[in-house]
């Protein structure tokens, strides 16, 4: 079995993209559109509010904590496997949740079995996207996100239609199916053997030296700053809108106008970050640093059309951020270690992502306004781009390589168990 | 029709909580300026019914009509204002009643005839009323007031005040109970499951709510012995909920909730669809029967390149085979090209 030197670059890769799209889409927009669930998990457990909220949290958590299971097992195994036992889990977590009698039944079948199955599926797939591109890599990670953004544009309708025919219950059963294409799109990520599998080995070994790997490190704690701040608008914009008098169809709308923006955002900028020579990094760090400055502008702007502009180019600047933050994993690690970095830093950065939303109500509640929360987000977002910054050839002009910085004297004592890829490679 | 000329000049009497609700106010501003707020004074058949009464609060109304012709001989500036006056549609205000009260109407006639040739009136639906009303005249302005109570549902109705001249003139009040009006969607449910309807009156606070359901046209009452299958309860006066239990196929329907208020009832309708759970169940198997196609559609495609390339793999080695066996053929002569062979192959 040959092994490759260079990520083909397209080819079959294009099907991973088309994978990747639809998994982003059944996996963060399932998560997007299950607002429209929660007024009925509300009503039918007669539960308040914040009690609800956490089946979306702990989902949310368990996703981005498990994401080192899931590279890890991937290193093992290959991706196809992990990815189509994670849509298993997945539709099997929303399946149980139809039968439920209790909110603990939810937290449980949702979040943690759901959660799971999701952990298993995002990671491993957007690794493997980075293991078919290098020169393209952007534009193929940003075309397979723009899956996010217009799937909670169109399951937000669908879901509410399922609750109208259905209730909740059966709307989850069909939920549940639709998750089941998790599988479909699991079969469609064939195995790719490249040239430094053998030279950084299992999954262990990965682990420990990427936690000894100074920029990668340095790259979590950016992407941990950003998350914090990255979600905030989408939860509290519609709540900052209605202390501003609005009433809720405009708020609501004016989300999904940021949900039309957001893939633009993430094409354009993965066009962008693949034409554009230098390290990614630092197109990463312009759009952090606009997203910041956007949210730090949100508390000035009180008039309705000020209101509509910035919500715009919050979502384009926040999409793009996406697939550039993505890319520049591969040119720290490489693309052998690409499943394991990607599991811990999704890892780390959930921990910023658990804190941000509370935070910002915290700091509503405090103050009575959210013009504390917002700029605090825009403070974040900056600060992760100072951190972003410190990464190596940053102010270089020429492009990196996408080997790693130190490869081979961190590889392998003992025997190296080859990703078990029996189907060969294209 | 009592018209009292002798009162011209308004005093105006202490009236407890005035409110003036002005419809259409097609006021022509009389020569003195005076704004005709409460030109009566109260007479003493009044005054007794006020003292029985007294503890009930006072609610005002006004309409205001004027006369067809004045259009033609005003000035412009009361034209654009009387435009869009339609004096042939009867002049209506609808008032929502929820507890008994001391009521004062009052309508105002202006014309540019004689106002002594006006016939004024009240009637309560088709029925005329005989007392209890006062006419006054001011400049060419008609005031007439009725004042009255309603203590109960029969007095809940339509009060209209008549001016005749040539054409009949017409103001209606409509007293109403405050009306529940949320339109609600059918609620889905499943069998085995249990759910919960609820009615609520916005800023209203009814005395009891009453539930009913119905098959066709028949009203049933729900929930009056408290059994298993029934809860009602409120967390609030102004709404109401019913908890029903255990649901099946036979609970399907409409069903109503009654506000009761002292001056009548107002109703709502909620619909229950019961489900039952194979009917989500066969799109999803059906859905996942699609899943499982599509599995096996990938995975026979991939089998089926690879077996094709494998072909074509071997295919190529046999070749190479060929060659090396026709090599062999060739004799002696061709031993050093075999050797540099044998080392470009064992690299």
């Known amino acids: 079995m040959a092994l490759r030197a260079e990520p083909p670059d397209g080819g079959w890769g294009w099907m991973v993209v088309l994978s990747a799209f639809f998994q982003s889409a059944l996996v ?18 007669e539960e308040p509010a914040a009690r609800v909220s956490w089946i979306a949290s702990i989902g949310i958590a368990v996703q981005q904590f498990g994401s080192p299971v899931g590279s890890a097992l991937s290193t093992k195994f290959g991706p196809r496997p992990v990815v189509m036992a994670g849509g298993i889990l997945a539709a099997l977590g929303m399946l149980l949740a139809a039968f439920a009698t209790s909110l603990t039944h939810l937290y449980l079948s949702i979040g943690l079995l759901s959660g799971s199955g999701w952990a298993l599926t995002f990671t491993p797939t957007l690794a493997c996207l980075s293991r078919y591109f290098s ?14 953004g217009l799937s909670s544009f169109a399951f937000a309708p669908l879901f509410q239609w399922l609750l109208s025919q259905y209730a909740w ?8 199916a639709l998750s089941l294409h998790l599988v479909a799109c699991g079969a469609l990520l064939r195995p790719l053997s490249l040239a430094e599998d053998p030279v950084v080995g299992g999954p262990g070994a990965q682990l420990a030296s990427l936690l000894r790997h100074g920029p990668f490190l340095r790259y979590t704690v950016a992407l941990t700053l950003i998350n914090t701040a990255y979600f905030i608008p989408y939860v509290h914009l519609v709540a900052h809108l209605r202390d501003l008098d609005w009433d809720p169809l405009p708020a609501a709308f004016l989300l999904s106008v940021a949900a039309i923006s957001d893939p633009v955002g993430r094409v354009a900028s993965g066009w962008l970050g693949d034409a554009v020579p230098g390290p990614v990094a630092r197109l990463l760090m312009l759009w952090t640093t606009l997203t910041g400055v956007i949210l730090a502008l949100y508390p000035v702007a009180q008039a ?6 910035l919500t715009v180019a919050y979502g384009f600047t926040s999409g793009a951020l996406t697939p550039v933050a993505f890319s520049v994993l591969p040119e720290l690690v490489g693309t052998g270690k690409i499943y394991c970095g990607l599991g811990l830093v999704q890892m780390v950065e959930s921990i910023g ?19 504390a929360s917002f700029v605090v987000a825009g403070a974040f977002l900056l600060a992760g781009s100072g951190v972003l910054i410190t990464l190596p050839h940053f102010f270089c002009f020429s492009a990196p390589t996408s080997k790693p910085q130190d490869p081979v004297t961190e590889a392998l004592d003992t025997k190296v168990p080859l990703p078990r890829e029996g189907l060969g490679e294209d | ?7 011209r000049g308004p005093r105006p009497p202490p009236l407890p909580l005035l409110l003036l609700c002005l419809l259409a106010p097609v006021r022509r501003s009389s020569e ?33 009509l004027t006369d067809e012709e004045k259009r033609g001989t005003k000035r412009s500036s009361e034209l654009t204002m009387v435009t869009g006056e339609h004096s042939n549609m009867p002049v209506e205000k609808n008032i929502t009643l929820e507890r008994p009260s001391n009521i004062e109407l009052t309508c105002q006639f202006t014309t540019s005839g004689d106002l002594n040739s006006v016939n004024v009136t009240w009637r309560k639906g088709d029925e005329l009323l005989e007392n209890n009303y006062l006419i006054n005249a001011t400049g060419s302005i008609l005031y007439t007031q009725y004042m009255f109570t309603i203590v109960n549902s029969e007095q809940m109705g339509s009060y209209s005040c008549f001016f005749e001249e040539k054409k009949e003139q017409r103001g209606t009040f409509n007293f109403k109970v405050p009306e529940l009006h949320e339109k609600k969607k059918p609620l889905i449910t499943y069998v085995g499951d249990s759910v919960v309807l609820m009615c ?97 559609i990938i995975l026979l495609c991939e089998m089926y390149t690879q077996k094709k390339k494998k072909h074509s793999d071997d295919g190529k080695e046999f070749e190479q085979i060929e060659q090396l066996k026709s090599d062999d053929s060739n004799g002696i002569e061709n031993n050093a090209p075999r050797h540099r062979k044998n080392e470009s192959v064992g690299q």
Not at chain 1, 139 to 146: D, S, V
Not at chain 2, 56 to 62: A, C, E, I, P, V
Not at chain 2, 262 to 291: D, M, N, R, T
Request: charge should be positive.
């Open chain 1, 28 to 45: 963060f927009g399932v998560l997007r559109s299950f607002g429209v669930f929660f007024v009925e998990f509300v009503a039918a457990f």
């Open chain 1, 135 to 148: 020169r393209r890599r952007s534009l193929a990670t940003g075309l397979a996100l723009t899956g996010v």
């Open chain 1, 169 to 176: 219950r059966g709307a989850l059963l069909l939920v549940s």
């Open chain 1, 304 to 309: 309705p059309t000020a209101l509509v502009a």
């Open chain 1, 353 to 371: 992502g658990l804190l941000g939303a509370p935070l910002s109500g915290y700091l509503r509640d405090v103050t009575g306004t959210y013009t």
């Open chain 2, 1 to 7: 029709m009592r018209s009292l000329p002798s009162l």
């Open chain 2, 32 to 64: 003195d300026g005076r704004t005709p707020a409460a030109p009566f004074t109260s007479l003493p058949v009044r005054e007794e019914m006020m003292a029985k009464y007294s503890n009930l609060s006072l609610k005002s109304h006004n309409i205001s």
């Open chain 2, 200 to 296: 609520k009156c916005q800023g209203c606070f009814p005395l009891n709510w009453t539930w009913y359901s119905s098959n066709g046209s028949v009203q049933v009452p729900v929930g009056v012995p408290m059994n298993n299958k029934y809860v009602i309860n409120g967390k609030n006066a102004n709404e109401t909920r019913l908890k029903i239990m255990q649901l099946s196929e036979e609970d399907q329907g409409s069903y109503w909730c009654h506000a009761i208020f002292q001056l009548g009832e107002s109703e709502e309708h909620i619909e229950i669809v019961v489900l039952s759970y194979w009917v989500p169940l066969k799109a999803f198997l059906a859905i996942a029967a699609e899943v499982v196609l599509l599995v096996a």
